[in-house]
């Protein structure tokens, strides 16, 4: 009989030691080592720290962000034959098969994190640690007892998330989107998104190799207890994965690298799929470093404070800037705050009362059950082959076949990515004493989520034998943080129903503000996508 707690007391030490790098052998003993301090970085990435030229004192047409819908943007207004210049408040970080370029989950550091001097607390894994405050690709912000990620650079929430391109069923999708959006004619624009961003399954072979044992533990513990299990498409590149599985690049997919990106284009992110397509247009000119503080308006268009930023995000300077259209995709939480703040300091008075309003986590939560010793890889690789869906607790919930973050070897746990269709929703609100732009969450407003979760979870374990949550390691639903902010600007009450904005013309949303807190048990990243595309495309065809 295993002793549950000594296995775990003995996998937490062996997760910390030296012993447990070295048994990933040399490559992967690479990829956990983190250097610490800007000379290191430099050293590592020097393209990040090239010049970056300053965006034109006027544009036609500004797109700020470089994320799922504001890469679509740039991309389809390029190819219509506008001059755009794409305003980034993170660096351009290059992609090389051989060299560390990113941080990761085992060992962080600065590159791993936005201006944060240590890292978000772990859905699993280790413990906090302190890092250097830096321009890494991912934020994380606390608001009351919820945390809220969302990626910074060149790509956007592309370079952190886990790849999964997921359609929501009809029911859900409705559910949403009520009568704004109607499912059937959303379907050609869920499929250029799809063939945009270049998803697929994941082939047999991939599934099959060691590091994808415990997906294949996952698929065995659902069936077991009743569930179907759906393919889903990964944004992936399965030819780098299966390059990485050979030895011929360094690992990072296959050890589980994804949260603080993948340097070898094992990820399939948008800079080498709408944003390479978009530059190559001629008309599209991508500035990094560029972060927007503030917009207003006046005769000839729209004005900008931007402040041009170092590669460890301290300001060099502030500026202003001026465009005659405006393409807001900072994300849910950069481009809200925008909005609230410019009505609310009577910079863009005339925005409706809607703005800021309808925010939600898309019921976001990590699970972890287990160990499970037929989960026995020495490594969890991190794309998601599965999903089940279920409803007999009342609520909408899907589970995705996950990896463990955090952990730089197997312990035999297994993990899912939770997805709730859940009504709790916050709001933006302008705190005037620090001119600050908060999100005010509820208290415990991920109590109901969790509750459908565990009833899930723990029936899952159940049948396969096996415990839910690891000891000191993970909880075994946590939903203290969200991976996809979605709302705050929502399609058909604070902008019409293609994201024109109230109040002002050739101001527009593009990103995932446009959404009302959820996008039905799926990952969030296919739906604005294929909006943006929606969008844009009558936007062009309407001349704005």
């Known amino acids: ?59 036609d047409t500004i797109v700020v962000g470089t994320g ?25 970080w290059p992609i090389d098969p051989h060299r560390a370029i990113f941080a990761n989950d085992v060992l962080p550091d600065g590159r791993g994190y936005w201006r944060r001097t240590v890292n978000p607390v772990p859905l699993t894994g280790l413990h906090q640690v302190p890092v250097d405050s830096f321009g890494g690709v991912l934020e994380a912000t606390e608001h009351g007892d919820l945390e809220v990620w969302r990626g910074a650079g060149v790509g956007g929430g592309s ?77 992936w590149d399965w030819d780098i994965v299966r390059a990485e599985l050979r030895g011929a690049v360094r690992p990072s997919a296959i050890i589980g690298e994804s949260n603080l990106g993948n340097a070898d284009g094992s990820k399939n992110d948008l800079r080498s799929t709408y944003l390479r397509q978009a530059e190559a ?64 300091t009577g910079t863009l008075p005339d925005l409706s009362g809607a703005v800021g309003e309808g925010w939600g ?46 952990n730089p070897v197997d312990l035999s746990l297994i993990g899912s990515l939770g997805m709730v269709l859940d009504g709790t929703r916050g709001r933006f609100v302008l705190d005037r004493s620090t001119g600050q732009v908060d999100l005010r969450w509820p208290r415990g407003g991920n109590r109901d989520v969790e509750n459908a979760l565990r009833a899930v979870h723990s029936r899952i374990a159940e049948r396969s034998g096996i415990g839910v949550g690891a000891g000191p390691l993970a909880r075994d639903v946590n939903t203290r943080f969200t991976a996809h902010p979605l709302g705050g600007v929502v399609l058909g009450r604070a902008t019409d129903t293609h994201g024109r904005v109230e109040g002002y013309r050739d101001l527009y949303v593009v990103d995932g503000a446009l959404i009302p807190g959820s ?26």
């Open 68 to 92: 799922f819908g504001a890469a679509v943007t740039a991309l389809r207004l390029g190819q219509a034959g506008l001059d755009v210049t794409v305003l980034e408040r993170g660096s351009r």
């Open 361 to 406: 986590t898309n019921g976001d939560a990590a699970l972890v059950r287990g160990p499970d010793l037929r989960a026995n890889g020495l490594v969890q690789a991190s794309p998601s082959a599965t999903r089940i869906v279920d409803e007999s607790t009342g609520t909408a919930v899907s589970l995705e076949n996950w990896y463990v973050p955090g």
């Open 1 to 59: 009989m295993l002793d549950r707690r000594a296995f775990i007391t003995g996998a937490t030490r062996a997760a910390a030691g030296v012993a447990a790098t070295a048994a990933l052998g040399p490559m992967a003993a690479r990829a956990v080592a983190s250097p610490v301090g800007e000379p290191a970085y430099r050293a590592l990435v020097p393209e990040i720290y090239r010049r970056v030229p300053s965006a034109p004192a006027f544009s």
């Open 281 to 344: 247009t001629g008309r599209v000119h991508i500035h990094p470093r560029h972060e927007v503080i503030d917009i207003g308006c006046d005769a000839t268009g729209f004005v900008l404070t931007v402040a041009e930023l170092a590669p460890d995000a301290t300001v060099i300077r502030r500026r202003t800037i001026g465009c005659r259209r405006l393409f807001l995709g900072a994300g849910s939480m950069g481009t809200s705050a925008l909005l609230v703040r410019a009505r609310d």
């Open 159 to 235: 370079l952190v998330f886990t790849g999964a391109l997921v359609r929501p069923e009809r029911r859900f999708f409705e559910a949403v989107f009520g009568s704004t959006l109607d499912h059937d004619a959303m379907t050609p624009y869920y499929a250029r998104a799809l063939r945009g961003l270049g998803g697929s399954p994941m082939p047999s072979d991939v599934v099959a190799s060691g590091p994808f044992t415990h997906s294949r533990v996952w698929d065995a513990e659902a069936r077991r207890a009743g569930y179907a299990l759906q393919r889903i498409d990964g944004i």
């Open 519 to 544: 996008t039905g048990t799926a990952n969030p990243s296919l739906t604005i996508t294929a909006l943006a595309e929606r969008n844009i495309e009558a936007v062009i065809a309407a001349g704005g």
